[in-house]
């Protein structure tokens, strides 16, 4: 071996390194931050789910660059996951933080990744003000806002002839923010809120005084948000009482999720929501998803909540990819992100930086011993309006 060559190889490289004509291997720390356990823990498994299939479908386009893993379980918590988000940043050096179920958990994060710079990827959690007024350069949202999911069921249960809704949603950000978005949108076109009662997050086991509160109203529909495991134990209470064959149920789709529709069974039956994931979206992206989760996951299907993950890490890789190895740039690039993914076309706002994207209204009936989701309608590109949000 000719040490003198190698030598002047390798100041030759060095050079080039520094002067940024050859992009220097760089590693790229994640911390995902997700619930593993309380009433959105399936929710957080599926994210991530979707997060490491997407690794693994991306990650051969990462070049020298690597990607290394790290996670924390927020439960529902705001106080605890704020410790998380900051151990990952302050002690571990993660550079991008992506998840986040809870409404409540963003917007207790929000200060410190904005103040600190550091880029987050929501893969959840709706909270309208981290895409409104409260918004930052360094938060980006690749799940939906809370008002984009609902706002299109407004106008679109009025049209059905229903005149008089009662709304139920858990009490926190998320669920007084869906069910406002509907509000709107179902009084401007001629409707009546006639009732509306707001149950604790975390331990409600029993729905049965809440439902009876809403059948005494008399409305022609109830329109709600649960999601995880008070979504289904809602749905197989809202069978149990008998009120859904005289008043239907509508919602945000989170509550009929892929990831626990089976478990609900016939009854998920008859119930109308909005969503801007369902399994059984026909295009051929979606069907190759769908067959590499299954294969991936024992059969399972993928939910919305697997696809924001899955989403999550095509956004980083394809920012890694673009920034050529300046980490400041990848934190530019995250934004500049657009593809057509399994739930449809997908971009970032530039102007919130929430995603925008089809919202579909889907139906689930019980069909030879399953839950068959077809969609109805599909409202495309749906985009929020600033809010209040000013980069
Ligand atoms: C939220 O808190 O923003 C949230 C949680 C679960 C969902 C949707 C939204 O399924």
Redesign the pocket.
């Given at each position: 071996m000719n040490l003198k060559k190698t030598g002047a190889a390798l100041a030759v490289i060095a050079s080039l390194v520094t002067s940024g004509a050859i992009a220097k291997a760089e590693e790229y720390k994640v911390g995902l931050l997700l619930p593993f356990s309380g009433v959105?823990a399936g929710?957080g498994s599926h994210i991530e789910n979707g997060f490491n299939l997407g690794l693994e479908h991306f990650g051969s386009e990462l070049g020298s660059d690597t990607i290394t893993v790290d996670k924390a379980d927020t439960e529902a918590d705001p106080a605890s996951s704020l410790a998380k988000a900051k151990k990952m940043v302050l002690q571990d050096k993660d550079d991008v933080l992506v998840g986040l179920?809870?409404?409540?958990v963003l917007a207790a994060v929000r200060d410190f990744v904005h103040q600190s710079k550091t880029p987050l990827i929501v893969a959840?959690?709706?909270?309208d003000e981290a895409t409104g007024a409260d918004c930052s350069p360094s938060i980006i949202r690749v799940s939906f806002s809370?008002s984009q999911i609902n706002r299109p069921m407004g106008p679109w249960l009025a049209a059905q002839g229903k005149k008089k809704v009662y709304l139920m949603a858990p009490d926190?950000?998320?669920g007084h923010q869906m069910m406002e978005a509907f509000r709107e949108g179902f009084v401007a076109n001629g409707g009546e809120i006639v009732g509306e009662t707001y149950p604790p997050l975390q331990g409600t086991t029993d729905y049965g005084p809440y439902l009876a509160a809403a059948k005494a109203a008399n409305p022609d529909a109830i329109y709600v948000f649960f999601?995880?495991s008070a979504a289904i134990t809602f749905v197989k209470q809202y069978k149990d009482f008998g009120i859904g064959e005289e008043i239907p149920l509508y919602g945000s789709g989170?509550l009929t999720s892929a990831a626990y529709v089976h478990v609900q069974g016939e009854a998920a039956d008859n119930t109308t929501v909005a969503l801007h994931y369902v399994p059984s979206i026909d295009t051929a992206e979606n069907k190759a998803f769908q067959e590499a989760y299954q294969a991936k996951y024992e059969g399972k299907l993928a939910s919305e909540f697997a696809v924001a993950g899955y989403d999550s890490a095509r956004l980083v890789i394809e920012a890694i990819k673009a920034a050529g190895g300046d980490k400041a740039k990848f934190k530019e690039e995250l934004a500049k992100v657009s593809f057509n993914g399994p739930r449809g076309p997908l971009r970032i706002d530039p102007a919130t930086h929430n995603v925008v994207q089809n919202v579909y209204i889907y139906k689930n009936e019980w069909k030879d011993g399953k839950v068959v989701q077809t969609i109805l309608e599909t409202v495309p590109d749906v985009q929020d309006a600033p809010n209040g949000c000013s980069m």
């Open positions: 959105y929710l179920v809870s409404s409540a959840n959690a709706g909270n809370n926190y950000a998320a999601a995880g989170f």
